[in-house]
Every structure is written in C-alpha cells, then in structure tokens.
C-alpha cells in the first residue's frame, strides 16, 4: 500500500543540465552518485524506512534525476540501517486518509514505481532487511533483486483492511505466478528471503557484508555492454509482459532492427571478430 500523494511542483527533468544534479538535497533520501552507478538510500531507519508522503517525492526526485543524466548507466535502492529495506506504508499517515485520497495516494506511488521499471536504466534493489507492502512494491518494480539472508518478504495489506496499492497485485503474479501470488496477497503472510528465492520473488540471496557489492558487479557487467542495446532489452521485456505472445515479437524485432542500426553494433560485431573488447559510446 502507498501513502497520501501531495503535489509535487520540482521536476528535476527540469533543472537546467548546467546545475549539478549531483547536489539534489532530498530530505527521506541519501542520493549520491559514484561513477556509472546511482545510489539511492531511503533514509527513515527510526521507522524502518516506511514511505510517507515526502519520501515518495523524494524517490520520484532522485529517479527522474537519474533517468536524465547520462552520465548514470544505473541505479543502486537499498534501506538506511541493517532491519528495513522498506517496512511498507507510514501507517500513522496512513490511518487518516479517506477514500479519495486513498485512490490518489494509490496512483500516485503506482506513477513512482512505474518511473522506477521504466528508467531506460537497470535498477538493483539491494534488499537489507524488511520488504513488507509498499517495500516489497518497490523491490518489484526493480530490474533485479539481491536479499540479505536475515531480509523478510510480504503483502500484508490485507490485515490493515486494505489491498496492495502500489502495484502489487499485477507485479507479483507476473514474477511468481497466480497462485502462489494469491496465496501471498490473500493471507498476509511474511515469507523468508531462501523462500523468496525459491519462488522467483528474488535473484539471489546473499550475505549482508556482501550485499551492495555484489549490486555493484551486476550493474559493472550490464554497464560493459551497449547501453542501446541495454535499452531496448528493458523496455522490450517490460513492454512484452503486457501484449499477447506475437505482439511482443513484433516489439523484440523492432527493437532488433533499431539496434542493429547503431554504431554500437558495428562496435561489438568487430571487436568479436577482432577478438578484442568493444568500447561502446551509446550511439
């Protein structure tokens, strides 16, 4: 579940490229840039880092920040402290509001995390503890997910007397199908990271020390290939889910045809043939 939306009036897609992006100041959010690689750190560990308003603008900042800036190639999500990665909704917020601003609230963290799938730019979620509710949304909507062994995984809307409402309902029955989804959303239950694991709710399960390292050699090895290509890979995989079998062929040739257009691909069909490795530009 989300929290109440409230306006949100600084786009950083509209801050002249002359400013540093780099100095965004977000209040809920650590957001620092290292190299390729963007880290965002929700920064609430007194409440586990539950999502409140503020903090969903500060995620919705620190994502369009990245999504514009070349010079990111991908993005790090990981929680303050070693409970929570996201322990769900701010339920103190969350008590207060009434039905509308409940839809609102809905729509509006649905917008955020559907900024966070479609980036155009691989997003690890670095998942150090708690993913419960909107946590456990939020990690769905990234490209891929590495557990900590002690992290902890669940919908449990339904014992607040409520639904999953950042996209829970339609992402976690893509990831690990419809039954063992309902089971999950109907029963509230909290399930371990070995069995988010076993289900395909996660990529791998390692140890915590380990944890935003080995986030960093994933995007270090996406990040060696074409970025087009990375590109398109996404978008074609994030668009197929969504259109029946053959339109999502139709979606993977286009793409196909786009990159075979790209100097890119001239780069890497070389340097294979020239046994050498390709140095790739991003046209």
């Not at 949304?137 to 999953?164: D, Y």
Request: net charge neutral; glycine share 10%.
């Amino acid at each position: 579940m989300v929290s109440q939306a409230a306006p949100f009036t600084a786009s950083p897609a509209t801050v002249p490229n002359s400013l540093p992006r780099a100095a965004l100041a977000l209040a809920n959010l650590q957001y620092e840039k290292k190299g390729t690689i963007a880290y965002v750190t929700v920064n609430r560990p007194k409440v586990l880092n539950a999502l409140n308003t503020p903090t969903w603008t500060d995620l919705k900042a620190a994502f369009e920040d990245a999504k514009v800036d070349a010079s990111v190639h991908g993005v790090i999500l990981t929680g303050a402290g070693d409970k929570a990665f996201i322990a769900g909704a701010d339920i103190s917020e969350l008590a207060h509001v009434d039905a509308y601003e409940a839809e609102e609230s809905s729509r509006f963290g649905q917008g955020v995390l559907d900024l966070i799938e479609n980036l155009g730019k691989p997003v690890i979620a670095a998942i150090n503890g708690f993913a419960l509710g909107g946590g456990c949304e939020t990690a769905m909507a990234c490209s891929i997910r590495i557990a900590v062994e002690h992290a902890k995984f669940g919908q449990p809307e339904v014992k607040l007397g409520l639904l999953p409402g950042g996209g829970g309902t339609q992402r976690l029955p893509r990831l690990v199908g419809k039954g063992r989804a309902l089971q999950l959303i109907l029963t509230g239950e909290t399930i371990s990271a070995q069995e988010a694991y076993r289900i395909g709710l996660v990529n791998e399960v390692v140890p915590a020390a380990n944890l935003i390292a080995r986030a960093e050699t994933i995007l270090k090895q996406i990040s060696a290939n074409a970025p087009i290509a990375v590109k398109f890979s996404l978008e074609a995989a994030n668009r197929g889910m969504d259109t029946s079998q053959a339109e999502g062929f139709a979606l993977e040739a286009s793409y196909f045809g786009i990159c075979a257009a790209t100097e890119d691909k001239k780069e890497g069909t070389a340097a294979f043939l020239e046994k050498r490795a390709p140095q790739f530009h991003g046209r």
